[in-house]
């Protein structure tokens, strides 16, 4: 539903041109080496949500009011993709829907209050809250209890297959990958359905 490229995209530039002095392509291309290690490094439980968010700047030689002022800048830049508003309205309609997301708490809830989309669903469940991070099955497992739903009756919509795929893998659930750039698929994710985008769904 975010556009988490595009809502990334901006706030970076907002923190580049608050804070940095390097190039713009330089800038990028530092945040990007420091940040998906450590977001990898986040999903096999070997750092903390806290570490990641201080240490992708501390590997740039940033300040940590700087990871605040980042996750301040996605809240206020985040974009949805065009079609996501009008998939939620009619996938609400049919089915009973539950949000499962990764991240900095309270930038998953200023995301949702600046786009007004939890209406959508019956239940919210942001990954640090309840201890638990994706690709876990037990977070998974959580929203299902919440829904009192059964894995086989139930489908995991995301864009990333390692984590919202592996998430499913690991809960028993079918996984349904919107894959909007083409990308190839991941050795041993296994992929229920592919989509190009949330109309499909």
Not at 156 to 168: H, I, L, Q, T, Y
Not at 182 to 201: E, Q
Request: charged share 25%; with cysteine; proline share 5%.
């Amino acid at each position: 539903m975010v556009d988490y490229a595009q809502t990334e995209r901006l706030a970076l530039h907002e923190i580049h041109r608050r804070f940095f002095r390097t190039g713009r392509s330089e800038f990028l291309r530092q945040f990007h080496a420091a940040n998906e290690p450590l977001w990898a490094a986040y999903r096999e439980h070997r750092i903390t949500l806290a570490e990641l968010r201080l240490e992708r700047w501390a590997r740039m030689g940033a300040p940590p009011p700087v990871a605040s002022a980042f996750e301040d800048a996605l809240g206020r830049n985040v974009t949805l993709f065009s079609e996501a508003r009008a998939a939620l309205r009619r996938l609400s309609r049919r089915f009973r829907l539950a949000l499962v997301t990764d991240g900095i708490a309270h930038v998953q809830r200023a995301k949702l209050s600046r786009t007004r989309i939890g209406g959508f669903f019956e239940h919210v469940v942001i990954a640090p809250e309840v201890g638990l991070r994706k690709p876990d099955g037990e977070l998974l497992h959580h929203a299902l209890n919440l829904l009192e739903a059964k894995a086989d009756d139930a489908l995991m919509v995301g864009d990333s297959p390692v984590s919202d795929g592996g998430c499913a893998e690991a809960a028993g659930v079918d996984f349904c990958w919107v894959n909007r750039t083409g990308a190839s698929p991941i050795p041993g994710i296994p992929v229920h359905r592919t989509v190009a985008d949330l109309r499909t769904v």
